[in-house]
């Protein structure tokens, strides 16, 4: 089970990491995904780009970037829980998401239909 459990977590962070890519043009320089209980957290290192970083130096500006990424993040949530489902074959309840100007993190977490560590050793 910890095999196909790693082994999905890579698969979803490989998967955000090439949707960000083709939505923004720059993707994270890393992605980590955690599967705990019904719960599917990733964590997203160097997500701003050159621009917002210019633009964070000011609180005016990260004002703006948090308001431009959470109005991106609403428009393409259902890309985002396709993408889970997709992978899971779990039905995605709710999910959030917030970015960090301070230190260009961003984190998503998604509640699942399902507690998915179990569902992982049921399906192995």
Do not use: W
């Amino acid at each position: 089970m910890l095999n196909s459990k790693k082994k999905l977590e890579a698969e979803i962070s490989a998967a955000f990491i090439k949707f960000q890519r083709d939505l923004i043009g720059k993707g994270p320089q890393e992605a980590k995904t955690y599967i705990i209980n019904d719960m599917l957290i990733t964590r997203f290192k160097g997500v701003l780009t050159i621009e917002e970083k210019h633009l964070v130096s000011r609180n005016s500006g990260r004002k703006l970037v948090k308001q431009m990424r959470t109005l991106l993040r609403e428009m393409y949530s259902e890309n985002y829980e396709k993408i889970v489902e997709e992978y899971t074959g779990c039905k995605v309840l709710s999910s959030h998401s917030d970015i960090s100007t301070k230190t260009g993190e961003r984190i998503e977490v998604f509640i699942m239909d399902k507690d998915l560590e179990k569902h992982l050793e049921i399906t192995k």
